[in-house]
């Protein structure tokens, strides 16, 4: 009976639980310093080598290759990817801690043994890969002598750079790299920071590690020189690095010390680059982010300063000389809050975003959004607002927002937002940067992906305001910061080019649909009662209006004197500025209102000192009540498990003091805080007070 064919996957298989064995008997014997040093490290790039070899190959690697269906086979193969990369971590920091001080062993000061050797191993190991490949290279694969090697080893990468063959290395811009082999065909043989060994353009290398850059004009002069040259001229490039070989070997022991002391300087700053390197930096490496992917702008806004959250932007602002309020008036006729114009308020609605590049293995993803903001090229002028995306997992490159459910709409998945601001800017727009917030599969390290921006400039090229239609905006790469940064576009690799292929590129380009709207004469009417500078979602206005009005009341009525100062009591305006970060309470406050305006006349709609009234007494028994229990989890960011947990404490709680309304026929009271079968928080006065100067803008 003949034998059954090994299938692809379990090839593979084996072949990571051979790295496996292989990288154990490597840790126990550099633990128990077994062999030289030198020994252990170029074992250890071998193994990175074979590593990122097998890596991809499993990555190609479908389930159409197998030649009989297999079981659990996407599982199977993420099993084995998580493995590889569990491997290569140790592989790479074990390579940072064998790698030597300075570039003087084996890689800084290369003899012509050595570098004749490597540049044969490198042959023969081309050689191979041609065979496996359905494309040949020989120019790549072509070494020639390499010129001197007693210049500075330490070069900084340009800009990014994909490896499109085996044997390239992916660098992304600002990397420091230590060169190893250069050859004039334009390759360079280099080693990154984490041990990682590949070929790369020379014309992408900038001489310095960031520090010493005086002679950055000489080196791009000399790099487009390169561009231009020809084969003659590579000949001729070629006799004259030979020459100064010869050179360099009989001045080497006049410049011995310098040369020591400028490497020892570089490989110090690579070091202290190495330690900054966070998880962003790491998944890159490995190729499980897309090019043009960044840390996310303006999550790290939020999270360094308070002024760009929306809590903060309700607060009254302080007038030019600090004795009155400057977006904050009451109309002395009715009472309310006097109605003000600013120059641009626009509605709008998140349609849809196509075409977004995915994060690769390795990262799950545990939130898609997209944070925006108001704009002017320059700097941001309003807070940052979130919407999350709704998406389909069988087309994970299309978001959507706001969808179709039962009840109320969470604010966090509303897509309809308004934009109020005074700015006089000719460039403001608004901003949206589309994001994910992951997980790393193998560590658990958190982090915030920005997947491109889009920018909507809200005037013409005349200054007239955008007419209301919807409007597809191109997702750039990058930063908002950068220019010219295009993200992933997937293509065949060798389809045909043509005005076909440019129109098919065009369409699969990332893009986001936003659809600007005109709002009813109610709205219009509320939107012109807050602040002066706010972007949040609309179905929250009639809140922010109460809100609005109740910090009117206590700052511009109730006080003695609008010179006082002191702290006042008020549990409202204390906590309400809370509830825009965590919005989950503020859908629960929404809940209850409108529950409570359904039980209300006509004409006690109509009755603002009535509203008002109300409107304590639900905000009291609900969300305050939730703000201070015990029993609701801290609120955090895309963790599913305490999102989950957070809506069955605040939906059970509601229902409790619903059926204590219906029962008693009153709101729940004070009385509720000193029921035994309702918990709550140690009490702080801070729960009460509300402090003026402290939360003034």
């Not at 064995?21 to 071998?46: I, P």
């Not at 359905?134 to 340009?158: F, H």
């Not at 659809?515 to 009417?525: E, G, I």
Request: charged share 30%.
């Amino acid at each position: 009976m003949p034998l059954k064919k090994a299938r692809p996957l379990q090839l593979l298989q084996g072949e990571v639980d051979q790295l496996q064995r292989q990288a154990d008997s490597l840790m126990k014997d550099a633990q128990s310093q077994v062999g030289s040093s030198e020994d252990a490290f170029r074992r250890c790039q071998d193994l990175q080598m074979s590593a990122h070899k097998t890596l991809k190959a499993l990555q190609k690697l479908t389930k159409a290759d197998e030649p009989a269906l297999v079981r659990n086979y996407d599982q199977r193969k993420q099993e084995e990817e998580r493995r590889l990369e569990n491997i290569l971590e140790r592989l790479n920091k074990l390579s940072m801690e064998l790698s030597p001080p300075g570039p003087s062993t084996g890689l800084g000061e290369i003899s012509k043994e050595e570098s004749q050797d490597s540049v044969d191993e490198d042959n023969d190991e081309d050689g191979t890969d041609d065979d496996d490949d359905d494309y040949e290279d020989e120019e790549r694969t072509s070494a020639v002598k390499p010129p001197s090697q007693s210049g500075p080893q330490i070069y900084t990468i340009l800009c990014d750079f994909k490896g499109e063959q085996e044997g390239d290395l992916s660098v992304r811009r600002g990397e420091v790299l230590r060169i190893i082999r250069k050859t004039a065909d334009g390759w360079w043989m280099a080693q990154d920071m984490k041990g990682n060994r590949g070929v790369v353009p020379k014309t992408y290398l900038k001489v310095g590690s960031g520090v010493d850059d005086e002679n950055d004009e000489e080196d791009d002069d000399e790099e487009e020189d390169d561009d231009d040259d020809d084969e003659e001229d590579e000949d001729e490039e070629s006799e004259e690095e030979e020459d100064e070989e010869e050179e360099d070997e009989e001045g080497e022991e006049s410049t011995d010390d310098q040369t020591k002391h400028s490497s020892a300087s570089n490989w110090s700053t690579v070091r202290k680059a190495l330690n900054e390197i966070d998880a962003t930096d790491v998944l890159s490496a490995m190729g499980a982010i897309p090019p043009g992917f960044r840390p996310s702008t303006l999550s790290k806004l939020l999270d360094e300063d308070a002024t760009y959250k929306g809590g903060h932007h309700i607060q009254p602002e302080l007038s030019q000389s600090q004795l009155s309020f400057k977006d904050l008036f009451l109309d002395p006729d009715t009472g309310r809050v006097r109605a003000r114009q600013v120059r641009t308020c626009v509605c709008f609605t998140l349609w849809s975003c196509r075409h977004i590049p995915t994060p690769g293995v390795g990262v799950q993803v545990l939130s898609r959004h997209i944070r925006l903001c108001a704009f002017d090229g320059s700097q941001v002028l309003s807070n940052i607002h979130t919407v999350r995306a709704d998406y389909n997992p069988k087309s994970p490159k299309s978001w959507s927002f706001s969808p179709r459910i039962t009840g109320v709409l969470p604010t966090l998945l509303d897509g309809s937002c308004f934009l109020r601001c005074n700015s006089s800017s000719p460039n403001l727009g608004i901003l949206f940067e589309l994001g994910v917030t992951f997980i790393r599969n193998s560590t658990g390290e958190r982090g915030d992906l920005s997947c491109g921006w889009a920018f909507l400039k809200l005037t013409d090229d005349a200054g007239n305001p955008l007419s209301n239609r919807m409007y597809e905006l191109p997702v750039n790469g990058g930063t908002p910061y950068e220019k010219d940064v295009t993200l992933e576009v997937t293509l065949p690799r060798r389809s045909a080019g043509g005005v076909f292929q440019q129109m098919l590129q065009t369409r699969r380009q990332p893009k986001l649909i936003v659809r600007l709207k005109s709002a009813n004469s109610k709205t219009r009417t509320q939107l012109s009662l807050l602040p002066d500078t706010l972007l949040f979602c609309l179905s929250c206005i009639h809140l922010l209006v109460l809100h609005q009005q109740l910090l009117a009341d206590k700052l511009l009525m109730d006080r003695p004197t609008m010179q006082n100062t002191d702290l006042i009591c008020s549990p409202i305006l204390s906590t309400f500025p809370v509830l825009l970060e965590q919005t989950d309470l503020l859908d629960a406050l929404r809940t209850a209102w409108t529950e409570a305006e359904m039980n209300m006349s006509r004409a006690q709609k109509r009755d603002p000192p009535y509203l008002k009234q109300e409107f304590v007494k639900v905000y009291m028994s609900s969300v305050y009540f939730l703000l201070h229990s015990p029993s609701l989890p801290c609120h955090r960011w895309a963790d599913r498990g305490s999102e989950e947990q957070r809506a069955r404490v605040i939906y059970s709680t509601l229902d409790t003091l619903k059926n204590y309304h219906q029962t008693t026929g009153q709101r729940a009271g004070p009385d509720i805080f000193f029921d035994s079968t309702h918990p709550h928080l140690a009490f702080d006065v801070t729960e009460l007070s509300f402090d003026l100067l402290h939360v003034s803008r």
